[in-house]
């Protein structure tokens, strides 16, 4: 997992509630196991004017122009931004996938639901809960200036406007190692791989019938 310090990124804005998990990568994409590859099916039923099936063409497929991440100013942006409840719905990992695929690798929003605020975490996207209030005023910037960009600093976890206001967030301690570290769940384990290969040559000793 690539680590996360500092980002100074586009800001996107999807002004939505309630965005669910089959919205950020409908159900017929979900035929893969792999991170990568889900990026340009990222709401695939609001970004372009057909159904989307896997294997298409999407270069051949006609856009949405109303679809906001489809306008040329957000081309490129790393900061999603957005309203409450994000990530509701199925527990699919694979809508952080589509979004990191995609190139975003923080979303500020109002609330997140559980399972997609945790799945963020372990693929190196960080989701920053801020006040209504500071929300809504990042939406009427990004929307009269464009080319809005943030910086997202996660070891002083705040966020930094370009009229220099700074914005702070919470963030789990443990969480926030693993983000500045790039440990992911695998990751974690392999810290520890001098302690499981002791363990194993250890098991091999008194249990060798384990390893016929």
């Known amino acids: 997992m690539e680590k996360f310090i500092t980002l100074n990124g586009l800001v996107a804005p999807l002004d939505r509630n309630n965005v669910d998990t089959d919205a ?5 994409f979900l035929k893969s196991i792999k991170r990568s590859g889900f990026g340009p099916n990222a709401f695939d039923e609001w970004r372009y004017m057909d159904r989307g099936e896997p294997g298409m063409d ?17 081309q490129g942006a790393q900061v999603l ?15 952080p996938w589509a979004l990191l695929d995609y190139g ?10 559980d399972i997609f ?14 006040p209504k209030a500071e929300v809504d005023a990042l939406f009427a910037q990004v929307e009269h200036a464009p080319g809005y960009s943030v910086e997202v600093d996660l070891p002083e976890q705040r966020i930094r406007r370009p009229d ?8 789990d301690p443990f969480r926030k190692e693993c983000l500045l ?16 290969h002791a ?12 390893f016929l």
């Open 24 to 28: 950020i990568i409908p159900k017929q």
């Open 117 to 130: 605020f945790n799945n963020c975490f372990k693929n190196g996207i960080v989701p920053i809960v801020l």
């Open 199 to 210: 363990f194993e040559d250890r098991r091999k000793a008194t249990h060798p019938y384990y």
């Open 81 to 95: 931004l957005t309203r409450a409840n994000f990530g509701c719905g199925s527990s699919r990992e694979h809508a």
């Open 164 to 171: 220099g206001h700074a914005i702070p967030f919470e963030v």
């Open 104 to 113: 975003f690798r923080a979303i500020i929003a109002e609330s997140f639901a």
């Open 58 to 74: 999407n270069s051949q497929r006609t856009l949405n122009p109303k679809f906001v991440l489809n306008q040329p100013r957000y």
């Open 181 to 196: 570290n790039g440990w992911d769940d695998i990751g974690l384990t392999l810290r520890h791989a001098d302690e499981i």
